[in-house]
């Protein structure tokens, strides 16, 4: 089965601090994702990746940057993160080919204070 | 305007009992996908089902079965004789397949709690 693995499961920041939340996939995926996931919002796309050093803006990239540099990693980066940032991420992969169904991460619950 | 709408934040149901979860989706595309996703309290998002927009069959795993009613544009996710462990919140998504459009919209889910 494709593994993805999330490094952090529950991380505490304080305002102003850099954040890395690393994202790791074992199946030789092309496609990768970082969503962010908030009561009654639902998961909202922040950036994805389609190959290595590709990537593109999703619906609420501000705040957010991405890495990356290897096939089987995807980071996303909280220059300075802010309280507004507290929240459940996900990562998720997906191949290119066959079916679109994408497989996630167990999520990282980042609190910023 | 919200590309996917899921109408019960909370739904109840007894255990072996079947229950239905709402979705409604709204898109001009003719080729789109749907998808059923559970997350348990673990936080893991599981795919459930999937049902294309061309399929004349309604999809159907195991005890799920996607309710595909294409021109009310719903995808109703069945759970029949449901278990305890099929507490978890639901999300219903769709991607739409022309333009560039390459992730999936989610709606907001439903958060279903199977009683003994």
């Known amino acids: 089965d494709v593994k993805v693995t999330q490094s952090s499961r529950y991380l505490v920041k304080r305002t102003g601090e850099k954040v890395f939340l690393e994202c790791v996939q074992d199946m030789d995926h092309e496609n990768m994702f970082w969503y962010r996931q908030d009561p009654g919002l639902g998961l909202r796309l922040i950036y994805f990746?389609?190959?290595?050093?590709?990537?593109e803006k999703g619906d609420i990239p501000e705040g957010y940057s991405v890495s990356r540099e290897k096939k089987e990693r995807f980071s996303l980066i909280l220059e300075s993160a802010s309280t507004n940032q507290t929240s459940m991420y996900l990562c998720?992969?997906?191949?290119?080919?066959?079916?679109?169904?994408?497989?996630f991460g167990a999520g990282s619950r980042l609190t910023v204070l | 305007a919200q590309k996917i709408t899921q109408t019960q934040p909370g739904m109840f149901v007894q255990e072996k009992e079947a229950v239905t979860l709402d979705c409604t989706y709204d898109?001009?595309?003719?080729?789109?996908?749907l998808f059923w996703y559970k997350q348990p309290s673990s936080g893991e998002m599981i795919f459930l089902i999937y049902q294309g927009s061309y399929d004349e069959q309604n999809a159907t795993e195991g005890r799920y079965s996607l309710n595909f009613q294409k021109a009310r544009k719903s995808a109703n996710l069945v759970i029949s004789a449901s278990q305890l462990g099929d507490s978890a919140m639901y999300f219903c998504?769709?991607?739409?397949?022309?333009?560039?459009?390459?992730?999936?919209?989610f709606g907001s889910g439903t958060q279903l709690t199977v009683l003994p």
């Open positions: 898109t001009s595309d003719q080729s789109y996908g």
């Open positions: 998720a992969s997906k191949s290119l080919s066959g079916a679109n169904v994408l497989t």
């Open positions: 990746s389609y190959d290595v050093k590709m990537k």
């Open positions: 998504a769709m991607r739409e397949f022309s333009g560039s459009a390459r992730q999936l919209t």
